[in-house]
């Protein structure tokens, strides 16, 4: 398949234009490097030997959208470019919803009116909200979040269900827990500009000298060890989940719209994780505890065997592996990608 992947220059984009193509499909890019930098696809090109066709402008430009997909000959569009800290996304949240709606309504039209078939869409554990009893389950309602960024998504989802039972694009949404890790390889990976938001990117710039050490935000969770439990998943395979649900997609025409989990199954804490990345590294990673994060809450985890069963994919690797990928990435390019 010819496969748009917007935001392809972004973490998981990434990792998932590496898989389509070892998966003998051929991923074009879209990208406005908002957060991302030009020379990702040069590291893609060298993993994959081939170019990388690339497109460098704004979804939200409908005339440059449209023309693209008028002409792009395209299978199916893998959707994951957008704006995505939860901490931000309150203090600008007209920026939140004009990127991440307003992106995937030009998107969605584009797509209808150029026939293109079949749509992936990044969501997030984010819309079950902080009542939804824990494994979460697809099937759960009411859908809520606490934040803007994941009300965004709630939209989007929403958004995009309608029009795909109104005859547009068939789309899966990609309900994804905490992705972490990076290419075996070492030459792609998460690279956050400034300060980063995230757990594990914040230890792996600890473990190489880049910050002094890590704040952990709580410790008087009610969890085993008092910090909250994530169901942390490599991006290796959250990139396989896209593309099985990507054939799955295309392999049954009768499925409209559907959401499938992309988690592990289990929690891990925040001190599991700073003991698994010490000893992945050989690093002492310094910290110490610090109020609670606002919003944060104790402890989820995906049930995820409805993907198990349906598109026949599960998260395979280890939090050791996750671990010890991340550290590979980091220590190779402590200051993240050249440019
Ligand atoms: P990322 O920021 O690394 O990648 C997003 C890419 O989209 C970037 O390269 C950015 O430049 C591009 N982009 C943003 N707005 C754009 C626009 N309007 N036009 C063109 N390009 C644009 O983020 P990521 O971690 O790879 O996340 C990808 C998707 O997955 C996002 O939609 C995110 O909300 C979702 N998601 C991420 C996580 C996570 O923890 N990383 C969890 C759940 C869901
Ligand atoms: N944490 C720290 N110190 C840090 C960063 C994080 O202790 O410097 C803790 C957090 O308090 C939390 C855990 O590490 O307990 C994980 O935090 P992350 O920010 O890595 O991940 P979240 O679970 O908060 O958020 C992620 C994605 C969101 C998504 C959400 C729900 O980043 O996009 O999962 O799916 F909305």
């Not at 995505?84 to 998107?107: F, M």
């Not at 994060?293 to 998260?315: K, P, V």
Request: contains cysteine.
């Amino acid at each position: 398949m010819r496969v748009l992947v917007t935001g392809g220059a972004g973490y998981i984009g990434s990792h998932t234009v590496v898989r389509l193509v070892e998966d003998g499909h051929e991923p074009v890019v879209l990208d406005s490097f908002v957060n991302s930098r030009p020379s990702v696809i040069a590291r893609l090109e060298e993993l994959t030997g081939r170019t990388i066709e690339t497109h460098s402008f704004d979804l939200r430009d409908v005339d440059k959208t449209n023309a693209l997909l008028d002409d792009g000959r395209f299978d199916a569009v893998i959707h994951f470019a957008g704006l995505k800290a939860v901490g931000e996304s309150s203090q600008i949240p007209l920026e939140y919803y004009d990127n991440n709606v307003g992106s995937t309504l030009v998107l969605a039209r584009a797509m209808d009116r150029a026939g293109v078939p079949v749509l992936v869409f990044s969501s997030s554990a984010t819309v079950y909200g902080e009542l939804a009893p824990v494994p979460y389950v697809e099937t759960h309602e009411p859908l809520a979040s606490n934040n803007p960024y994941g009300r965004t998504k709630l939209v989007q989802e929403m958004l995009l269900s309608d029009v795909a039972t109104a005859g547009g694009p068939r789309v899966a949404l990609l309900r994804y827990f905490n992705p972490v890790g990076a290419h075996p390889s070492g030459r792609i990976g998460e690279d956050p500009h400034g300060v980063p938001n995230n757990l594990m990117p914040f230890i792996a710039q600890v473990a190489v000298g880049r910050r002094e050490q890590l704040q952990v935000f709580g410790n008087d969770y009610p969890t085993p060890d008092g910090t909250p439990q994530r169901d942390y998943l490599h991006v290796v395979d959250l990139a396989e989940g896209h593309v099985a649900a990507l054939e799955y997609l295309s392999d049954h025409p009768d499925v409209v719209e559907r959401a499938w989990n992309l988690g592990g199954g289990h929690g891990t804490s925040v001190l599991e994780m700073i003991a698994a990345f010490e000893s992945a590294s050989g690093r002492p990673i310094p910290h110490e505890v610090a109020p609670r994060r606002t919003g944060d809450l104790a402890a989820f985890w995906a049930d995820a065997s409805r993907a198990e069963t349906e598109l026949g994919w599960r998260a395979e690797r280890s939090i050791e592996q996750m671990c010890a990928d991340t550290w590979r990435w980091q220590s190779g390019n402590p200051q993240g990608y050249p440019g």
